[in-house]
């Protein structure tokens, strides 16, 4: 009999929600989870007591407890803690965000310092146990999607999220490409499609050429604070101003409410998807600070009210579709599909507006919310697979050059490029008796050079002394099957060589990745031998139970005999350990405790059976 | 010692009614008459009379007095008890199921801190005789602070224990402290002045809570005279007519010299608050909230060290409201023995008021609401359990609840565990413990 397979799971790591998907019988399926739902907010929270919260139960403290809380840290993963995007980011987190030893970003939650991958990584930790509780084993592979514009640190830093996680990432893939996968499994697409995902808290339109089974992003672009917390935003406004002009309380301003409010504002907002009207009731919402008795909020929210609400925010989503199509040189009629996904994409008013802009309808018959992980599922079984038919090829997500004078880039490894790869161009020195060349190495699409992420520079010196242009440089690149660039720079004419190898970091060190990998080791086992102390002190309650039970019994039958007495304090004196050991969490301890009172329950039977009771 | 120890119950139950724990209240007014059945004031107090400046604090305070409505009324507030409640019963009706009405949740003022406001809580106002009129003064010049009633008519002589505050230091009056508006190593040639005046306890009943060994008054009395200060306000007219032209120069060794912070700037000495009628000033020495006096200030750190220690009225002050927090908590141990625990932490919590770092109180605290919690969380029962909501939605909007008591309840959707409650809840554990067994109670959701 042929050894059962490994699960392999695709997921899908959401700024806002998370899912996990697998290929069963070979059709892509979601995994619930065991709380009995397919999305997990990507929410990690430290609670006011003291306790790690992941996911739904996160998401539902998160105003009640803002600093403690850190949700969309997708937004974050990877990034410098200098750079435009993060420093942009900072004053509207509520929780706080300090710069690591290297410019990486760490998070502070209650008394505790975070690396974005250690934070990620719970999230993907409860997806793992989801998965495991479905296949009733342990998962160990899994394929994670990104979104298209991530760079090659980025990329690792949701690499190391994984494997802090327990996981082997066999590959990081993008969330258009992904969606396409599961769009066209088992159908034969070809030409340009586009992706618009209007998730809960970002927007990426994104285009894409499939030809042959190859999936190339032809441009992306979108807006990373856009999506389905805004129209929430615009619900709670919209409430709590009525509810203001009426009992001239703000609602917003006390987080109890808050919470409710947007909580309420996101049900309501799900259901006018599919009814034209629906009520919100929040009873005892609030409490007027002069006292009295609590207030009650009770509202119809029309769909026609939602649309009016919102219409701006779509508005943004299809001025962005007009520009990343424009960037393309793609039109919408050039597009052979359309495929939505993301949760605010049921939204009648968003499907109207995207059937208007592009001239068809949106493609249907996939999942939202779940078409990303069921695509990435697609390709996990895909690589591990032996008998799949089809090829996956490692790529370069985005493109690497060097920056040339006059700020700009020269490209010399395109994106979507096949790894391994080499590629070598020559340059020339672009002033006079120029001895020294600065070789910046750059990763992105910008042709302006301060607009990419340099990945590393280096200086190549000794130059002959030489009118500009004369001096000839190849400038050689290397990507090799692990993902490593290599960059040298040789001097045509003496040989001279400098290079610089560059590895994607994802803001942690390799030292600082296993001592964080070491740390969870140790609390796994610490959490393994908390739970053998719990089982062993229920046992231990048991047995005093029982001890007790019997001690009047043999008091009746020794009569105060002298075997009587003594057995007795032996009794008691075990119960008095036992006492003790109760509130010990040492093992060695409650389990001596457990033995002395075995052997004491053994001793009054055999005492009992032998006097006949 | 019986008679006494009544008495000291009898305080304890005045703080208590005060703060508008009547049943707590009424327990220990029966107890100082058991102790000492000839004890007037307990026998008056146990048949309901009301405490001295009960409705005053309920109005300054903007509190509404406990209602005991059996029905449950929309809006109204949650977990009422009734009055004649027996000692502990909230607490054991929590802890076994009992179904009687429920407590009020004292949770902390989170509504007040969203919103700046605070929520009003019971202050307990100094009682002056009923022949002062309230007098509006203002602090530092920019807030105005109603006071009680000061004298309506100074007194023909200056009594014993009198703070006095002279225009110059030829105008002294006889007394024992004198503040100057200059530290310096003499006294000035002139100041406006005011006069700060102890008196001693009127004969009228007074709570002996807030001031029980005098009641603080302090007239003012401002000076026209040269040193370029404005006139007063309108609304702080003087008690005292202007100092005699000559008044002997005070003794330097024991003159109170006051630089009340204003210094030599051209804001108007305005009349300011008694360190006794400061309201939640630790001790009458206290800076912060008592800002117009500086031991620095007067005649040296050293000298005022050797003031403080100097048998005054006012370290005495100091050593009353040690007094008053050895009363409270010796209420509140009364309460615990008869297992109200609830009361107890009341008084506990009027104890840290007054006196937060003092490690009894704090020790107390924590073993009290350490059984509160266990109280509570076995009436909840098993954490790991999900509890679902009873009533529906047409029913529980009927409910007395606050919004603290709707926020839980809001949370119970069938996939919380309670002990996820706990975390989500955004409040302490006791409070939602607290919350979620009276919720129990009243039967709005299952138990664990």
């Not at chain 1, 008091?555 to 020794?558: E, I, R, S, V």
């Not at chain 2, 403080?308 to 048998?311: P, V």
């Given at each position: 009999?042929?050894?059962?397979r490994e699960?392999v799971?695709?997921?899908?790591?959401?700024t806002t929600n998370s899912?996990?998907?697998t290929?069963?019988s070979?059709?892509?399926v979601?995994?619930r989870?065991?709380s009995?739902?397919?999305?997990?907010?990507?929410v990690?929270a430290?609670s006011?007591?003291g306790?790690?919260?992941?996911?739904?139960?996160?998401k539902?403290?998160?105003i009640?407890n803002p600093?403690d809380?850190?949700?969309?840290?997708k937004?974050?993963i990877?990034?410098?803690f200098?750079s435009?995007q993060?420093?942009?980011?900072?004053p509207?987190?509520p929780?706080?965000?300090?710069?690591g030893?290297?410019?990486d970003?760490?998070?502070?939650l209650a008394d505790k310092?975070y690396s974005?991958?250690e934070?990620s990584?719970m999230v993907l930790?409860?997806l793992?146990?989801d998965?495991?509780a479905?296949?009733?084993r342990s998962?160990?592979k899994a394929i994670i999607?990104?979104?298209?514009?991530?760079?090659d640190g980025?990329r690792q830093?949701?690499?190391?999220?994984?494997r802090?996680?327990?996981?082997e990432?066999?590959?990081i893939?993008n969330?258009?490409t992904?969606?396409?996968l599961?769009?066209g499994?088992?159908k034969n697409?070809n030409?340009k499609?586009?992706v618009f995902?209007l998730?809960g808290?970002t927007?990426?339109i994104s285009v894409?050429?499939i030809g042959?089974?190859?999936?190339?992003?032809?441009?992306?672009?979108?807006?990373?604070f856009?999506g389905?917390?805004d129209f929430?935003?615009?619900?709670i406004n919209w409430?709590?101003q009525?509810?203001?002009r009426e009992?001239h309380?703000?609602?917003?301003k006390?987080?109890?409410?808050?919470?409710?409010?947007?909580?309420?504002?996101e049900k309501a907002?799900i259901?006018?998807?599919?009814t034209?009207e629906?009520?919100?009731?929040?009873p005892?919402?609030a409490?007027p600070?002069?006292?009295?008795?609590?207030?009650?909020?009770q509202?119809?929210?029309?769909?026609?009210k939602?649309?009016?609400?919102a219409?701006?925010?779509?508005?943004r989503t299809i001025e962005?579709?007009?520009?990343?199509?424009?960037e393309?040189r793609?039109?919408?009629?050039?597009l052979?599909e359309?495929?939505?996904?993301?949760g605010?994409?049921r939204?009648?008013?968003?499907?109207?507006a995207?059937?208007?802009?592009?001239r068809?309808d949106?493609?249907k018959?996939?999942?939202?919310?779940?078409?990303?992980?069921?695509g990435?599922?697609?390709?996990?079984e895909a690589?591990t697979?032996?008998a799949?038919d089809v090829?996956l090829l490692?790529?370069?997500?985005q493109?690497?050059?060097v920056?040339?004078?006059?700020?700009?880039?020269?490209?010399?490894?395109?994106?979507?490029t096949t790894v391994p790869?080499?590629?070598?161009?020559?340059?020339?020195?672009?002033?006079d008796?120029?001895t020294?060349?600065?070789?910046?190495?750059?990763?992105g699409?910008?042709?302006?050079?301060?607009?990419?992420e340099l990945?590393?520079?280096f200086?190549?010196?000794g130059?002959?002394l030489?009118?500009?242009?004369?001096?000839e440089?190849?400038?050689?690149f290397e990507?090799?099957?692990?993902?490593?660039?290599?960059?040298?720079?040789?001097?045509r004419?003496t040989?001279?060589?400098?290079?610089?190898q560059?590895?994607?970091s994802g803001?942690?060190?390799?030292?600082?990745?296993?001592?964080i990998l070491?740390?969870q080791?140790d609390?796994?086992l610490?959490?393994r031998a908390?739970e053998e102390?719990k089982l062993?002190?229920?046992?231990?309650d048991s047995l005093?139970n029982?001890v007790?039970e019997l001690i009047?019994?043999l008091?009746?039958?020794?009569q105060g005999s002298e075997?009587g007495?003594?057995?007795?304090a032996?009794a008691?004196?075990a119960?008095?350990?036992?006492?003790?050991?109760?509130a010990?969490t040492?093992?060695?301890v409650v389990?001596?405790?457990?033995?002395?009172?075995t052997?004491t329950?053994?001793?009054f039977k055999?005492?009992?059976q032998?006097?006949?009771? | 010692?019986?008679?006494?120890?009544a008495?000291?119950?009898?305080?304890?139950?005045?703080?208590?009614k005060?703060s508008?724990d009547?049943?707590?209240?009424?327990k220990?007014f029966e107890?100082a008459?058991?102790?000492d059945?000839?004890?007037?004031?307990?026998?008056?107090?146990?048949?309901g009379a009301?405490?001295p400046?009960?409705?005053?604090?309920?109005?300054?305070?903007g509190i509404?007095?406990r209602?005991n409505?059996p029905?449950?009324?929309p809006?109204?507030?949650p977990?009422?008890r009734?009055?004649d409640a027996?000692p502990?019963?909230?607490?054991r009706?929590?802890a076994?199921?009992?179904s009687?009405?429920?407590?009020?949740?004292s949770?902390?003022?989170?509504?007040?801190?969203?919103?700046?406001?605070?929520?009003p809580?019971?202050?307990?106002?100094?009682v002056?005789?009923?022949?002062?009129q309230?007098?509006t003064?203002?602090l530092?010049?920019?807030?105005?602070?109603?006071?009680p009633?000061l004298f309506?008519?100074?007194p023909?002589?200056s009594r014993s224990?009198?703070m006095q505050?002279y225009?110059?230091?030829?105008?002294s009056?006889?007394?024992?402290?004198?503040?100057?508006?200059?530290?310096g190593d003499g006294p000035?040639?002139?100041s406006?002045s005011?006069?700060m005046?102890?008196y001693p306890?009127?004969?009228m009943?007074a709570?002996?809570?807030t001031?029980?060994e005098?009641?603080?008054?302090r007239t003012?009395?401002?000076?026209h005279?040269?040193?370029?200060?404005?006139?007063?306000?309108p609304s702080?007219?003087p008690?005292?007519?202007?100092?005699?032209a000559?008044?002997?120069?005070?003794?330097p060794?024991t003159a109170?010299g006051w630089?009340?912070s204003?210094?030599?700037?051209?804001?108007p000495?305005a009349?300011?608050?008694s360190p006794?009628l400061?309201p939640?000033a630790?001790?009458?020495?206290?800076?912060r909230s008592?800002?117009?006096?500086k031991l620095?200030s007067?005649v040296?750190?050293?000298?005022a060290?050797?003031l403080?220690?100097?048998?005054s009225?006012i370290t005495?002050?100091?050593e009353t409201?040690?007094?008053?927090v050895?009363i409270?908590?010796?209420g509140a141990?009364d309460?615990?023995?008869?297992?109200?625990?609830?009361g107890?932490?009341?008084?506990?919590n009027?104890?840290?008021a007054l006196?937060?770092?003092?490690?009894?109180?704090i020790a107390?605290?924590?073993?009290?609401e350490k059984?509160l919690?266990?109280m509570?969380?076995?009436?909840v029962?098993r954490l790991e359990?999900?509890?679902r909501?009873l009533?529906k939605?047409d029913?529980?909007?009927w409910l007395?609840l606050d919004?603290r008591?709707?926020f839980?309840?809001?949370q119970i959707d069938?996939t919380?565990?309670f002990?996820?409650?706990?975390?989500v809840?955004g409040m302490s554990?006791?409070?939602?413990?607290r919350?979620l067994?009276?919720l129990?109670d009243?039967?709005?959701?299952s138990r664990g």
């Open positions: 009999m042929a050894a059962e699960p799971i695709g997921i899908d790591l959401g899912v996990v998907a290929v069963q070979g059709s892509p979601v995994i989870g065991r009995g739902v397919n999305l997990l907010p990507s990690v430290v006011k007591i306790k790690t919260l992941v996911g739904q139960i996160a539902r403290q998160a009640t600093t809380t850190v949700y969309a840290s937004r974050l990877g990034r410098k200098s435009t993060v420093q942009s980011s900072l509207s987190l929780y706080s965000v300090e710069a030893d290297h410019d970003i760490r998070v502070k310092r974005l991958p934070l990584a930790k409860e793992k146990l998965a495991e479905y296949f009733g998962v160990k999607t990104v979104p298209a514009y991530f760079n980025q830093a949701t690499k190391d999220a994984g802090i996680a327990g996981l990432v066999l590959r893939i969330e258009p992904a969606a396409a599961a769009y499994f088992g697409i030409g499609i586009a995902d998730g808290g927007f990426d894409l050429e042959n089974g190859v999936f190339d992003v032809i441009a992306t672009g979108g807006d990373t856009l389905g917390e929430d935003n615009r619900v409430l709590a009525d509810f203001e009992h309380l703000d609602l917003r006390d987080r109890m409410a808050l919470q409710r409010l947007k909580d309420a504002a907002k259901e006018l998807s599919t034209r629906t009520q919100v009731n929040l005892f919402i409490t600070a002069s006292g009295g008795s609590a207030l009650h909020l509202k119809a929210l029309s769909r026609e939602l649309e009016e609400l219409a701006d925010l779509v508005q962005h579709c007009a520009q990343v199509l424009d393309a793609v039109k919408p009629i050039d052979r359309m495929i939505l996904v993301g605010m994409t939204m009648p008013a968003v499907q109207d995207v059937k208007q802009y592009f068809r949106p493609s018959g996939v999942h939202p919310d779940e078409v990303v992980a069921l990435a599922a697609v390709q996990a690589l697979n032996e799949s090829v490692d790529v370069t997500p493109s690497l050059g920056a040339i004078a006059g700020g700009y880039v020269r490209r010399l490894i395109p994106k979507n790869t080499a590629v070598t161009e020559v340059f020339n020195t672009s002033r008796n120029q020294t060349v600065k070789i910046m190495v750059l990763q699409e910008s042709d302006v050079a301060h607009e990419n990945l590393g520079e200086i190549l010196t130059l002959r030489a009118k500009r242009g004369e001096v440089i190849d400038v050689i990507i090799n099957s692990e993902g490593l660039v290599s960059v040298a720079a040789r001097d004419e040989g001279q060589q400098q290079s610089i560059v590895t994607a803001g942690l060190t390799q030292d600082e990745l296993k001592q070491d740390d080791a609390l796994l610490e959490a908390g102390v062993r002190q229920a046992e231990l005093v029982e007790n009047p019994q008091q009746k039958a020794t075997f007495t003594d057995a007795l032996k008691r004196a119960l008095e350990q036992a006492r003790a050991a109760r010990s040492d093992l060695n389990t001596t405790s457990v033995d002395a009172l052997r329950i053994s001793l055999g005492v009992l032998r006097i006949g009771r | 010692m019986s008679k006494d120890r008495a000291q119950l009898v305080e304890a139950g005045i703080w208590l005060l508008g009547r049943e707590g209240a009424a220990l107890r008459l058991k102790l059945p000839e004890n007037e004031k307990a026998a008056e107090l146990s048949g009301p405490v400046g009960e409705g005053e604090v309920e109005r300054a305070s509404r007095p209602s409505s029905v449950p009324v809006g109204a507030h977990f009422e009734p009055v027996l502990g019963d909230r607490d009706e929590l076994t199921g009992g009687g009405v429920i407590p009020e949740p949770l902390d003022e989170d509504w007040g801190r969203m919103t700046g406001a605070t929520t809580v019971p202050q307990i106002l100094p002056v005789p009923s022949n002062q309230p007098q003064v203002s530092d010049g920019d807030a105005v602070l109603e006071t009633a309506g008519e100074p023909q002589s224990g009198t505050l225009p110059d230091t030829q105008s009056r006889s007394g024992t402290m004198q503040l100057y508006p200059d530290a000035p040639t002139s406006r005011g006069t005046q102890l306890e009127p004969s009943p709570p002996r809570t001031l029980p005098f009641a603080a008054v003012v009395t401002l000076g005279d040269d040193g370029g200060f404005e006139s007063p306000p702080t007219p008690l005292f007519g202007p100092p005699p000559s008044p002997p120069p005070p003794e060794q109170w630089s009340p204003l210094g030599n700037d051209a804001e000495l009349p300011r608050p006794h400061a939640r630790e001790s009458a020495w206290d800076q008592n800002p117009g006096i620095e007067v040296g750190r050293d000298r060290l050797e403080i220690s100097s048998d009225k005495r002050a100091a409201r040690q007094d008053e050895r409270i908590l010796r141990r309460l615990l023995e008869l297992d109200d625990h609830t107890a932490m009341e008084l506990i009027k104890a840290q006196a937060p770092d003092d490690a009894e109180v107390l605290k924590e073993r009290s059984t919690l266990t509570f969380e076995s009436k029962g359990t999900v509890p909501v009533l939605d029913e529980i909007i007395n919004h008591a709707g839980v309840l809001a069938g919380v565990t002990d996820d409650l706990f975390s809840s554990r006791i409070d939602t413990a919350i067994a009276q129990i009243e039967g709005v959701i």
